[in-house]
Structures are given as C-alpha cells and as structure tokens.
Nanobody, 121 residues
C-alpha cells in the first residue's frame, strides 16, 4: 500500500513537500514514480527515483524546481516542490515499480490514492 500526504493549497512561488509512505513491502525493492493529473488532462510523469535513491529523473516542468528523495529507514519517498505555479495544480500520485524508473504509468504495479495540490496565483 502507498499513502500520499502533504498536499494542500499554496500560493504561487511557494513550496510544498509531498510524502509517500510504503507499507506492507520494503521500499528498497521498488523504484518510485510521482505522477499528476490536472483537471481535464491525462496522467503525467513528474519525477522518479530508483531503488537505491542514486538515480533520479524529472519531467521538463519539474526540472530545477522539484526534488525527489527517499528515506529507506522510514520507507518513505518525498517530492519537494519549490517555486510552484498555478499549472502545478493537480492530484499527485506516487507509484511503485519493481523494475526501473519509467515515465510510462503502465510500468507501475502499485498506486496511492493521490493528494490534491492547488496553487493560487
């Protein structure tokens, strides 16, 4: 099970940290991806981190503003969002893959329920 938290309302230019807690399995066995779905749009890859936490990938819109990290001791993966923009408004999901980081949502076996992020101008 994956459980996201940390969403909420934030103003343009502000920061927010999302958390994804993995329960029922060991996070070391999974790469984790963060995706988002904005109103009226499809699911979009945001960031991903591999099992060791060494390799990370970001979408173009996240590069330079968002940081993905993981705390193995807490079985938790984080997405730090800085300099947020109204276009970052979406439901954010974390997902686990027993393979590698992928920008394809179909490569992930487990999903959280999502957490809403709303950025006001």
């Amino acid at each position: 099970q994956l459980v996201e938290s940390g969403g909420g309302s934030v103003q343009f230019g502000g920061s927010l940290t999302l958390s994804c807690v993995l329960s029922g399995f060991t996070s070391d066995d999974y790469a984790i991806g963060w995706f988002r779905r904005a109103p009226g749009k499809g699911r979009e890859f945001v960031a991903g981190i591999n099992r060791s936490g060494v390799n990370k990938e970001y979408s173009g819109s996240a590069t330079g503003r968002f940081t993905v990290s993981r705390d193995k001791g807490k079985n938790t993966v984080y997405l730090r969002m800085n300099m947020v923009k109204p276009e970052d408004t979406a439901v954010y999901y974390c997902a686990a893959s027993d393979e590698f980081i992928s920008r394809d949502s179909g490569e992930y076996e487990f999903w959280g329920q999502g957490t809403q992020v709303t950025v006001s101008a």
